[in-house]
Nanobody, 125 residues
Framework: QVQVVESGGGLVQAGGSLRLSCTASGLTFDDYAMTWFRQAPGKEREGVSCISWSGSMKIYADSVKGRFTISRANAKNTLYLQLNSLKPEDTAMYYC??????????????????WGQGTQVTVSS
């Protein structure tokens, strides 16, 4: 049984930083590209960042480029997202997802995924 669990969310002031973590079990972690999504209240879910199985390919949404950094530790079955220079508009539930379609990032944000339950990030102004 595949389990994906996020952690690290919280309340932070604008300009602050957080690091999100995601652990996955029940799968061969380094077979999967991993993606972070987020969904704010009343808005559609959006892709934030993707990292390929090896970590050699990374893509970011324009809204977070230069501020967020995705990384992974395959030996630990763990995915990370470093969030810097946070803005109130970054407030959302952040979800980790393992891409069941490919080990590479396509940028389509619409593949089939194993999903986590989410971790809340709230940025105060």
């Amino acid at each position: 049984q595949v389990q994906v669990v996020e952690s690290g969310g919280g309340l932070v002031q604008a300009g602050g930083s957080l690091r999100l973590s995601c652990t996955a079990s029940g799968l061969t972690f380094d077979d999967y590209a991993m993606t972070w999504f987020r969904q704010a209240p009343g808005k559609e879910r959006e892709g934030v960042s993707c990292i390929s199985w090896s970590g050699s390919m990374k893509i970011y949404a324009d809204s977070v480029k230069g501020r967020f950094t995705i990384s992974r530790a395959n030996a630990k079955n763990t995915l990370y997202l470093q969030l810097n220079s946070l803005k109130p508009e970054d407030t959302a539930m952040y979800y980790c997802a393992a891409d069941r379609t490919s080990g590479y990032c396509s940028g389509s944000w619409s593949n089939r995924y194993y999903w986590g339950q989410g971790t809340q990030v709230t940025v105060s102004s």
